[in-house]
């Protein structure tokens, strides 16, 4: 853990901080993300952060609005490994324009961004979602696109001044989406007049989509086009409203994006830059920056499905903001360690409660109500090892390591770890854990009341089961034959393994192809 009894836990730090100044009201916390490919487990660093500084402005008794901006107007610069190439056409085109890659859904954004809300929803988060495009098409910044128009060259001078850039004299911060194309990445903005902008869509302008060469004017409004997106966070804090909106540390650097954004925000828009401060970033395996347009690092949707909801906001609250995660949950101890942390942490919150950190990151880190008294946690580690035992009983098993009987809510959080270590051991568990089928070449030595056995298994793979009455009838069938159930179960594990030991025998059957398991056993049985 990283405090100590003394600190005060960040999210209460940070609202007495934004209260004690006076000047961020109404209290209006904002995050934004674009969804340009299935976004990665990272981004939700910045939705827990925000929410959980939006909780404690609650707590503490302030009224507190919490959004989230799902940035759909911005272009596809970057094409996802696991898109078909078919959607190479659209490089260069809004998001929101693009059509889903699934069924179902308006558009590409709609579609990821969606996704995306689905998990933080499930981890207890749930601000009001604002859609870019939806906010552009309803002219809602129509004026600040006029305000950046106007204002060209003092905008200009600050691209210079905060961040070294020089703009051409004709540079506009404004893309137009193309009527002839629909591409909004290829146009560039070459004059302004009042009333209509004279653009260009370029060939060659950026090397990952080609323009149409199409030229024109056309109105600033609505979605006929966007503002640049340094402008485009300014005019987002105007617009919205927002008064407290952190961001991740590339964004942080001196002269950066927020340094510009903010100068513009106060200089050319006229408005409050919102509270903020830099949060470090959550990388994946060897330390990358994960990205989504680029599909590189776990998606959220994908790590949602590995770890319990509790246990993965856990995993971002537990962290001061400062401090960089490193979770790669391929790594043989990284999803064990965080149980063991968990359990620790809920130990520290029976019995010091809130005023100590790590009790108040516990705490925190709940989706439901609260129990009054502790309950018995079974270990994760354990919880793998015994299911891959088939002769040990695990609700006995972990009624002898309690000293007593499970209670409903015990058994509940038993079966939910059950599962999710089902999962580690399928899709992340290192060699030495996971069990895989061998080669049907590889000779196997059984007896002839195992042979027997197996062929009876065969059979009962004819129907379809529950995996708990699958289990209790590969037991009843090892009696009936006078086999016992460790021989028996030895012969599964030998013949489809190599090992005389694996996962819970029905389970370990059930997630298999049938039909490879089938032709296994009948050729060990010749």
């Not at 080609?210 to 979605?223: F, R, S, V």
């Not at 060897?286 to 990205?291: C, E, I, L, V, Y």
């Not at 379809?464 to 209790?472: G, K, P, R």
């Not at 460790?486 to 030991?501: D, H, P, V």
Request: hydrophobic share 35%; net charge positive.
């Amino acid at each position: 853990m990283l405090y100590t009894k003394k600190d005060m836990f960040w999210p209460d730090k940070f609202a007495k901080e934004i209260i004690k100044t006076d000047k961020y009201k109404p209290y209006w916390v904002d995050d934004m993300k674009t969804p340009s490919g299935r976004i990665h487990v990272g981004a939700l660093r910045g939705v827990v952060i925000h929410g959980l500084i939006h909780q404690a402005l609650l707590e503490k008794g302030k009224k507190s609005t919490y959004t989230y901006v799902i940035n759909d107007m911005d272009p596809m610069d970057g094409f996802p490994k696991y898109l078909p190439d078919s959607f190479k056409q659209y490089m260069g085109k809004p998001l929101y324009r693009i059509p889903s890659p699934e069924k179902g859904h308006k558009s590409m954004a709609k579609y990821y961004g969606q996704e995306f809300i689905k998990v933080f929803n499930g981890l207890g988060f749930k601000p009001k979602i604002i859609w870019s495009s939806e906010w552009y098409q309803q002219g809602k910044f129509n004026q600040v696109i006029k305000e950046a128009l106007d204002n060209q060259e003092k905008i200009r001078e600050l691209y210079h001044k905060i961040s070294g850039y020089d703009k051409p004299k004709d540079w506009y911060p404004y893309q137009v989406i193309c009527p002839e194309c629909g591409k909004v990445g290829t146009t560039i903005v070459i004059g302004w007049d009042g009333k209509k902008v004279k653009f260009e869509c370029r060939k060659d302008l950026v090397d990952w989509a080609e323009g149409c060469g199409h030229k024109g004017e056309i109105k600033p409004i609505n979605d006929n086009g966007k503002l640049m997106w340094k402008v485009d966070w300014a005019a987002h804090w105007k617009v919205i409203g927002i008064t407290v909106e952190g961001a991740g540390k590339d964004h942080m650097t001196e002269g950066g994006s927020h340094d510009l954004s903010s100068a513009i925000c106060e200089q050319v828009f006229e408005y409050s830059t919102p509270f903020n401060f830099l949060y470090e970033w959550f990388l994946t395996k060897g330390g990358t920056k994960m990205s989504s347009s680029k599909g590189v690092g776990v998606s959220a949707a994908e790590i949602s499905q590995t770890l319990p909801p509790e246990i993965l906001k856990f995993l971002m609250v537990k962290t001061n903001y400062k401090k960089t995660i490193i979770f790669d949950p391929a790594n043989n101890e990284s999803i064990l360690d965080l149980f063991d942390d968990y359990d620790r942490a809920a130990k520290i919150y029976y019995k010091e409660g809130v005023k100590n950190p790590v009790g108040r990151a516990w705490q925190l880190s709940q989706i439901e109500a609260i129990a009054k008294k502790p309950i018995f946690l079974p270990r994760f580690r354990d919880v793998v090892n015994y299911i891959q035992q088939p002769t040990i009983e695990v609700y006995k098993k972990f009624e002898e390591i309690k000293n007593g009987e499970l209670t409903e809510d015990e058994k509940k959080e038993l079966d939910k770890r059950i599962k999710y270590a089902r999962i580690w051991l399928k899709q992340y568990a290192p060699d030495g854990k996971k069990v895989g089928i061998i080669s049907d070449k590889v000779k196997v030595n059984l007896n002839d009341k195992q042979k027997k056995y197996l062929r009876l298994v065969i059979k009962l793979l004819d129907k379809d089961w529950q995996a708990d009455e699958l289990q209790q009838e590969l037991y009843l069938i090892a009696k009936n034959n006078q086999l016992n159930p460790k021989e028996a179960f030895q012969a599964i594990y030998l013949s489809l393994t190599g090992k005389k030991f694996g996962p819970k025998a029905a389970w370990f059957l059930l997630d298999q192809d049938k039909k490879i398991i089938i032709n296994r056993f009948k050729e060990v049985v010749k």
